[in-house]
């Protein structure tokens, strides 16, 4: 089965550094998604991406973060500062609809440890 | 607004047995339905979905789930549990009205006794 890079799997920045999160989404998706997990906490969705821009957000995507597609096969996230509070592993996600009852295919995450 | 809440962090069976982890939702309109499994040092991957057919939906390995809309429940059943069902299993609800967002429930944690 098709599947979703991340890079790196693991993360280690000081706090007030930025820092970009990789995906390689599966080749023919066209909707891009990043979620991500505070340790003992639930899977959140952080925002959705379609045809070149933001499709819907959270409130958790405040103008620290922002998303990319800067060529055909990368989707990246952006934290400009990062906050001990972004500490969480990010999953990546892509489909090939948005319609609400497609597959969404994950990455296998990124831990992001902010010190 | 919608909602999943999973009944359990942690759940023991012991091989052989029956694997029944309890998902309710809350959505204002009809919803598409998810169950999710993480196995260590792996993302999320889809066992099953409702998408407003059939109610009794099969998944992978084994895995079946019923769609109740009376008890707003989507349980996840399996009637025979193997040692690499060992994982954690996230119940999700996604609904056009609110978004198309996945929303997840908190993640049961299955334990396979030998």
């Known amino acids: 089965e098709p599947e979703v890079t991340q890079t790196p799997s693991h993360q280690v920045t000081q706090m007030g550094q930025e820092v970009i999160l990789r995906c390689v989404p599966i080749?023919?998706?066209?909707?891009f998604y990043w979620y991500r997990q505070i340790l003992g906490q639930k899977v959140e969705f952080l925002v959705s991406?379609?045809?070149?821009?933001?499709?819907?957000k959270s409130e958790i995507f405040d103008d620290q973060f922002s998303v990319e597609r800067p060529d055909g096969s990368n989707f990246t996230l952006k934290i400009r500062s990062t906050k001990l509070e972004d500490s969480a592993m990010y999953f990546c996600?892509?489909?090939?609809?948005?319609?609400?009852?497609?597959?969404?295919?994950f990455g296998s995450g990124t831990q992001l440890s902010v010190l | 607004a919608q909602s999943v809440t999973q009944l359990g962090s942690h759940v023991s069976v012991s091989e052989g047995a029956l694997v029944l982890l309890r998902c309710n939702y809350s959505s204002s309109v009809p919803p598409y339905l998810f169950w999710y499994v993480q196995y260590p040092n792996q993302g999320l991957q889809l066992l099953l979905k409702?998408?407003?057919?059939?109610?009794l939906v099969k998944g992978i390995n084994g895995f079946e789930a019923e769609f109740k809309k009376s008890e707003t429940s989507f349980h996840l059943t399996k009637p025979s549990a193997h040692m690499s069902d060992a994982a954690e299993y996230f119940c999700?609800?996604?609904?056009?009205?609110?978004?198309?967002?996945?929303?997840f429930g908190g993640g049961t944690r299955v334990l396979v006794k030998p």
């Open positions: 999700a609800v996604r609904s056009p009205a609110a978004g198309n967002k996945l929303t």
């Open positions: 996600a892509s489909s090939d609809r948005g319609t609400g009852g497609e597959k969404l295919f």
């Open positions: 409702y998408t407003s057919a059939a109610t």
């Open positions: 080749s023919n998706h066209l909707y």
């Open positions: 991406f379609y045809n070149n821009e933001i499709s819907e």
